[in-house]
């Protein structure tokens, strides 16, 4: 009986070690994946706010890379965009001469495009800054003697520069100077004269910029249309 029972025991040892080996080998298994996700996770992490975020619910890395993607460049302080808000003169004296030397630039620098030989659609408009602008220093001009305001007669210094520059230019490539200066300059008038028309308490300058207002918004129109031709 001793003898039947002694290989039963051994069958059974060798079994239970087996599954020993085998629930050892399968918790190590288990153990390893977790740990490889748990670093895959962690590399991820490391590198890409996107997922740490969708991870561990931290949104920081989130903020940073969408930021990082969509903020605009150059928005603050482009000098040379024409759409820029222009500050208001700080009283209504400064904003009388600004407009003033506005008028002189404008015509001036149709009287030369004229010398120099302008034609067709140039010449047209040059004419028309020289009639139109003429016009709006004669309305101001008993307003700014009301007030005391002595209103410049010439441009102003950077204009005079661009007007050395244009002196060099013929033919289309004057013509074509001369109408990207018309729309820059006609939008920082009109931003300029919006802007000084919602600070002044002077009936007779909110008058005259309400006058004058569609006037310059249809010459700027007009050189938007044509400037990049």
Known sequence: MKKILLPVMCCAALLMGTASC???????DNTETANNTASDNAMRNGTDGTVNASNDGDTTGMNDTITDRTAPMGM?????????A?????????????AAHSDQNEIQLSKL??????????????????????????QLKPIAQKKGVTLPTDMDAEHKTIADQMKNLSGKELEQRYLQ????????????????STMTQDADLQGF??????????HLDMFKQHASM
Do not use: Y
Not at 22 to 28: C, L, S, V
Not at 76 to 84: A, E, K, L, V, Y
Not at 86 to 98: I, Q, V
């Open 22 to 28: 085998t629930d050892n080998k399968t918790q190590a």
């Open 76 to 84: 603050n302080g482009n000098s040379s965009d024409p759409s820029g």
């Open 86 to 98: 222009t500050a208001p003169h700080k009283d209504d004296p400064e904003f009388m001469m600004s």
């Open 113 to 138: 495009v004229l010398s120099k030989g302008a034609t067709g659609m140039v010449k047209d408009h040059a004419n028309m800054m020289i009639k139109d602008h003429t016009a709006s220093t004669a």
């Open 181 to 196: 200066q018309m729309m820059l300059d006609h939008q920082k008038t009109l931003n300029t004269m919006k802007a000084h």
């Open 209 to 218: 910029i309400a006058k004058v207002t569609p006037v310059v918004q249809k």
